[in-house]
């Protein structure tokens, strides 16, 4: 089984990459943005200068956005998931002994690992069935399994990620607090 060290470089590694392709797309976004401005300001305003005329907004800007959030988004699961940084309401915890709560982490744990399971299983059938098919983005004729394929990459690491935080339960220290990044990552915080 993997360490938790090298889960905990690789879910890093994998956010900071989610992160970059989420930069790259704001700047395409900028870009685009300024191309369509500069192509209505063009035709509004008859004594526009010469480069506003020649701006254009950005082919098939939207397909790329589309694509390229998605595997942002599955970039960043194994770190939220070796973060315990996943979304949760503590309505009745602080009046729950630390047993239970430890049991109730226990069982989240081991329910993100079965969910992302799934999704790691429909993203692959989605990802055979758009190479099967052949299917394309429209504009730029882009593969729509390289987004899937991506997906499944990041998926095969968060499925890793919450089996180690499962199998360990790392997650369920006393009082349901979260666990010392350092011992999970086996990255300091400095």
Not at 181 to 187: C, H, K, L, N, Q
């Amino acid at each position: 089984m993997i360490d938790r060290g090298l889960a905990g470089r690789l879910a890093r590694w994998l956010a900071l990459a989610g992160g970059a392709v989420l930069l790259a797309l704001i700047a395409m976004t900028v870009i685009s943005i300024l191309g369509r401005a500069g192509l209505s300001l063009s035709a509004i305003w008859q004594g526009a200068p010469g480069w506003m005329a020649r701006l254009r907004p950005l082919r098939g800007d939207f397909e790329l956005i589309e694509l390229g959030s998605a595997v942002a988004i599955f970039a960043f699961l194994p770190w939220c998931q070796i973060t315990a940084g996943h979304a949760r309401v503590d309505l009745v915890a602080d009046w729950l002994p630390a047993a239970v709560n430890r049991a109730l982490m226990r069982f989240w744990d081991w329910a993100m690992l079965a969910v992302m399971g799934v999704i790691l299983w429909r993203l692959w059938v989605g990802m055979i069935g758009k190479q099967g098919a052949g299917e394309t983005s429209f504009l730029l004729g882009v593969p729509v399994w390289w987004a899937y394929a991506a997906g499944v990459f990041c998926m095969v690491i968060a499925v890793l990620t919450a089996a180690i935080i499962a199998f360990s339960g790392a997650a369920a220290q006393d009082e349901g607090a979260q666990p010392d990044m350092a011992s999970v990552t086996g990255i300091d915080a400095e």
